[in-house]
């Protein structure tokens, strides 16, 4: 199970926004990040913790180990109000239930 | 360019049947596991079913076991979904999604809805 917290959260452009996820067993380092914006298609961001996908801004990171992990942007863009979800690959796939960046 | 396109979604009666196809391009399928990912309306991001390369291995999330099968044909370059006994709860959504290679789904489709109402 991927617990992800907050649920939502509000902030400005510029803003440094940090989203953390749980698993309730290790995934050593199969852990993914998603952005998905209204009716759009999930995008995948971060894989295998910290590792950028390609064409993705530097402002995305990813970070943690075990069971807690984190995505940071570190400086939030008009762009990046979306959800975002982590994603454990270690065993089979399981999602958290998703972050909701809204504009402040 | 790397593509995937579903298709098959429905309105279906609950108990109903149904197949999902995800037909893909751009790209050697046969190196690549291939995930069924559903979305609920208004909901979060749920993973159904993962196969392997070759088919040999199928992986269902516990709701979905005994009641959808995920198969593959690597000459035709497509993933299907059965789907059986459906009900409610299954109303969603439905993406095919590849794994990159790094156990993470690098490519998705666009969707294909199914719903499952009286």
């Known amino acids: 199970q991927m617990t992800q917290s907050p649920s939502s959260l509000s902030a400005s452009v510029g803003d440094r926004v940090t989203i953390t996820c749980r698993s309730s067993?290790?995934?050593?380092?199969?852990l993914n990040w998603y952005q998905q914006k209204p009716g759009k298609v999930p995008k995948l961001l971060i894989h295998?913790?910290?590792n950028l996908q390609s064409g993705v801004p530097s402002r995305f990171s990813g970070s943690g180990s075990g069971t807690d992990f984190t995505l940071t942007i570190s400086s939030l863009q008009p762009e990046d109000f979306a959800i975002y979800y982590c994603?454990?690959?270690?065993?089979?796939?399981?999602f958290g239930q998703g972050t909701k960046v809204e504009i402040k | 360019e790397v593509r995937l396109v579903e298709s098959g979604g429905d309105l279906v009666r609950p108990g109903g049947s149904l197949r999902l196809s995800c037909a893909a391009s751009?790209?050697?399928?046969?190196?690549?596991?291939i995930s069924w990912v559903r979305q609920a309306p208004g909901k979060g991001l749920e993973w159904v079913a993962l196969?392997?390369?070759?088919?040999?291995?199928?992986y269902y999330v516990d709701s979905v076991k005994g009641r959808f099968t995920i198969s593959r044909d690597n000459v035709r370059n497509s993933v299907s979904l059965q789907m059986n006994s459906l009900g409610g709860d299954d109303t969603a959504v439905y993406f095919c999604?590849?794994?990159?290679?790094?156990?993470?789904?690098?490519?998705w489709g666009q969707g294909t809805l199914v719903t499952v109402s009286s």
């Open positions: 999604a590849r794994d990159g290679g790094r156990a993470a789904e690098d490519c």
């Open positions: 751009g790209f050697t399928f046969s190196n690549h596991w």
């Open positions: 196969i392997n390369q070759d088919g040999s291995e199928q």
């Open positions: 994603q454990q690959s270690f065993i089979t796939r399981t």
């Open positions: 067993q290790t995934v050593r380092r199969y």
């Open positions: 295998g913790v910290s």
